[in-house]
């Protein structure tokens, strides 16, 4: 891993002052005289290092804090407590030098004028970044090569589907070639088809450019596509930071075995008695059966089944991280 | 893919100027777009002047209210050329722009997001002169507008009192529209600038028939200066030292707003905008 984050994060907090009464008129009156507020700590005490060429998976629920974070990144929000340094910037200073360095691309929201044609567009993101002649045609022919835009780029962008307008988004927001991308959400609510060009073109900037990449995204197969490493931030607390597949052995206390019969077998009974024996079964059929056992005793279950069944294929996985990621959202795991 | 990254440390006026010439071409291409939305709103912009010279001159008849017929005419002729040249509509639209987020991509850019909105109310202004400078060679002919104390010096001295009055009502109500960083429902605050405006810059009633409480208050104003005083300017109401005053009072009160916005921006305020935004999602 190279030395120098690009991204360095100290216990970065954001707390949010809002304010609440009860429900009713009798409150709303009150709530005239006497305001009351609470505190939302959307954020606490989050820290990392991201490193020049690094792709990470930045994944919460709803509410974890993920966009918050991206936003006190990109320099859109003042954090409450914290710091912060990328490319060597405090982001919420909002240097030019460092607005010229980096993008946020939210799946939601538009870079692209809605009612002139695409490359209209392009030419004033050339302005505004101050791209050379020479930088922008290079860069807008190899975006257009890349993401298949030729046919796309002298319509307007009102008359562009969501994925189209979404590759358009996203070459745009790349045309000054930052050095940080702040993914959120980019192929929320794309096919799966565009879903996985995205993905490709992601990689394959990184790849060129050696660009540090912080992606959140709802859907599993972006971060498994992309990220070796993830961060996991719940009620705005940091639970995990790491290997992708290393979240998976620290956080799934199951395994699944999965076993294939000799021959076709009726469950007699057993099946009945399967649950205390083994573990929570699964699935179950004649030629086979899946069964989830505690971490800490797939290696007793798994002789129990060759001994007691006729056995002709045993195999033992981890279970999908989705699935992982859903357990710890869910029960909220603290480290 | 290159990698050559510009100097951001230093101002480059090449590169803003583009940016101009970009965002007014891409705002005039919004503006044709939507043609209709714009005639509309010339329209509105009409309706106004044209009523109050039927109250006015109705008013005026028979009675000495300080002014003649054909002078309520012509004051109310430049009047409405006046509002349109230095109509802003911002502070109108910030409270939606922060509630959607709307305003997040134009803070990401290394340029300040006023540029932005400098090109659109130009671009509208343009466009919307297509309709206005008809509109008001009609008014002056159909109601007798009288002209008598204009003449070609009071209309080059009408250009820079105009474009003044352009620059600090923009900056005024920009600034106000940043009202929205701290107020969720910032409608109300602007309908009461809105009616202060109407009253103190003339649009309702020319200043000189009003009280004369009313006109002293109104030199200590920003109002005035944006929308009477360009318009007395127009008719050669004003020469001489008042000429020069009115041009000293135009950027002194302007400066003191566009700083303001400047700082605003350096120090992140807009940023409060947003964490609004996020506030409003935790409720």
Known sequence: MPSTPIISVENLGKTYTVPEREAGVKAAVVSLFNRKTRDVQAVRDVSFDIHPGEIVGFLGP?????????????????????????????????????????????????????????????QLFKAIFRISDADYKQRLDELIEWLEL??????????????????????GSLLHQPRVLYLDEPTIGLDISMQRKIREFVAEYNARTGAAVMLTSHYMADVEALCERVIVIHHGTLLYDGDLHGLVSRFSPFKTIAIEFSEPMVANGQLADANDRYGEIVSANDTGWEVRVPKSETAAVASRLLADLPVADLTISEPPIEEVIEQVFATGVET | ?????????????????????????????????YRGMVALW???????????????????????????????????????VVSHMTFIWHMWEFEWRIRSGYFSPLLLRPVHPIHHDICENLSYKFVGLVGIIPAAVLMALIFGADFSGASW??????????????????????????????????????????????????????????????????????????????????????TGADLWIGYGMQPSDRSGRGRVATDVEARGLPTTAVERSHACLHR
Not at chain 1, 92 to 104: F, I, N, P, V
Not at chain 1, 150 to 168: F, V
Not at chain 2, 7 to 29: N, T, V
């Open chain 2, 42 to 80: 010339v329209l509105g912009s009409v309706m106004q002047p044209l009523v109050l010279i039927v109250v006015w001159q109705t008013v005026s008849e028979g009675r000495d209210t300080g002014m003649t017929a054909g002078q309520y005419a012509a004051y109310f002729m430049v009047s409405m």
């Open chain 1, 62 to 122: 709803n509410g974890a804090g993920k966009t918050t974070t991206m936003k006190m990144l990109s320099g859109l929000l003042h954090p409450t407590a914290g710091n912060a340094s990328v490319l060597g910037f405090t982001p919420w200073e909002r240097d030019r030098a460092y607005l010229g360095q980096m993008t946020l691309i939210m799946g939601q929201r538009n870079q692209l004028q809605w009612d002139i044609p695409v490359i209209d567009s392009y």
């Open chain 2, 153 to 238: 010096r009071s209309l080059i001295a009408f250009a820079p009192a105009l474009l003044l009055a352009m620059a600090l009502r923009f900056v005024i109500e920009w600034c106000l529209a940043l009202a929205a960083f701290w107020m969720t429902k910032v409608a109300s605050l602007n309908q009461l600038f809105d009616a202060f405006f109407l009253f103190l810059g003339g649009q309702f009633a020319p200043l000189g028939v009003m009280p004369e409480w009313i006109q002293t208050l109104s030199f200590a104003l920003p109002f005035r200066w944006s929308i009477y005083f360009p318009i007395q300017v127009a008719l050669g109401n004003i």
């Open chain 1, 150 to 171: 030729q046919s796309l780029i002298n319509k307007p962008a009102r008359n562009l589907s969501l994925g189209e307008r979404m590759k358009c988004e996203i070459a």
């Open chain 2, 1 to 33: 893919m290159s990698s050559s990254t510009p100097d951001f440390s230093k101002p480059s006026p090449r590169a803003l100027l583009q940016f101009y010439r970009g965002q007014f071409a891409a705002a005039l291409g919004f503006n044709l777009a």
